[in-house]
């Protein structure tokens, strides 16, 4: 193989890794040099004829492997709107790991609407569009009200708090979109029960399926990113996760302990985890002082159900109902209907089943 077939990828990667996408349309000599550096494991293929260096990919986070693959199918197909979890993607919102690693696009009624296990076609009512991250998607609010149907009621919680947070609107606000639409979609009814709990002031996912956990469990539901008193320090008070006045008067704080505090540059400001860890006692024993209980949970703790119900109690937090019916049981297995459209019940008998997918917690994997 020449030096110059050599120079010739390498600068075909790194003209991609500039457009923030993974290479695509490879010639036949250029794709026996690139399969020869698979064999080596020096490039990773994500999706057929899809290529990208393996280092460079490992750099990536999981919303940007996501967008990478999204920007490299929009050069290779230049009309395709991209929906559903993929839009929600470019758009910003809170958006499993899981369910990133599938593509979501979009088709007319007459268009291809066969599937794969990597991409998933959904019936488009019209071609409106946003360009948004380098790919030509569906609204931001056509693509909540698509995340909702499709998304269980955990999962689409972080979601809608993150459409929120994101656009500075209201509970009312994400309930009247939902309730504009009239009938006919698969899942609209799961989608009216979850923004009937969005809350804006969740500060990440994992807090919002926490949230869904309480909520489903039929728990007192918590205030969120509250401020409490530092009494050794009143100019610096303290922002807990949840914060729950109970009706005897103690206050008890409850506080998601995630691997992000200890790892993530953003968040430990440079110290090591000993140093985030011995901060984070300090902390706790400073609100602690102000009079409230502090209770601790990990993520995978909040995921057990008998595990949580037991640590809720004993510290105290209501039960105000045993369950609360905030899951519907439609089919994942339904055709999927996004932006504004919905089928005739002919149209539903004649069109081909796409398979669902499966949603993980979004910024943390079981």
């Not at 996501?66 to 758009?91: E, G, M, S, Y």
């Not at 140093?275 to 984070?280: D, G, I, L, N």
């Amino acid at each position: 193989m020449t030096r110059s077939r050599q120079l010739e990828v390498d600068e075909l990667f790194a003209k991609a890794e500039r457009s923030r996408a993974c290479l695509a349309r490879v010639s036949g000599k250029n794709r026996q040099l690139i399969c020869r550096r698979i064999a080596k494991g020096r490039v990773f293929a994500p999706l057929s004829g899809m290529y990208v260096r393996s280092e460079y990919w490992k750099s990536l986070s999981l919303e940007e492997m996501a967008l990478h693959k999204a920007r490299a199918l929009q050069w290779q197909h230049p009309d395709w709107i991209f929906c559903n979890t993929t839009a929600a993607v470019a758009h910003g919102l809170e958006i499993s790991y899981e369910s990133m690693r599938t593509i979501h696009v979009g088709t007319k009624r007459r268009g291809p609407s066969s599937s794969s296990h990597r991409t998933v076609r959904h019936v488009l009512g019209n071609d409106g569009h946003t360009d948004v991250a380098g790919i030509r998607a569906t609204s931001l609010d056509d693509t909540i009200f698509d995340c909702l149907r499709s998304m269980d009621f955990e999962r689409g919680l972080a979601a809608a708090d993150s459409y929120l947070r994101l656009t500075g609107r209201t509970r009312a606000d994400l309930v009247e979109l939902i309730d504009r639409h009239k009938g006919g979609y698969p899942g609209i009814r799961q989608a009216r029960i979850t923004a009937a709990w969005a809350d804006g002031h969740a500060e990440n996912g994992g807090e919002s399926v926490a949230r869904a956990r309480l909520i489903g469990l039929g728990f007192m539901v918590p205030e969120l990113q509250v401020w409490v008193e530092n009494r050794l320090d009143p100019n610096h008070p303290y922002r807990v996760d949840f914060y729950f006045p109970l009706p005897n008067g103690t206050v008890v704080v409850g506080e998601l302990d995630g691997s992000d505090k200890y790892s993530n540059p953003s968040m430990t400001r440079g110290a090591s985890p000993v140093k985030v860890m011995q901060r984070e006692r300090l902390r706790e024993s400073r609100i602690s002082l102000g009079g409230a209980v502090v209770m601790r949970f990990s993520y995978e703790e909040m995921l057990d159900d008998l595990f949580f119900v037991r640590l809720l109690i004993g510290f105290g937090i209501p039960r105000e109902h045993l369950s609360r019916p905030v899951h519907t049981h439609f089919a994942t297995s339904r055709p999927h209907l996004s932006t504004a459209t919905r089928m005739t019940r002919q149209e539903r008998l004649q069109r081909r089943v796409v398979p669902g997918f499966t949603v993980l917690t979004a910024h943390m994997d079981r």
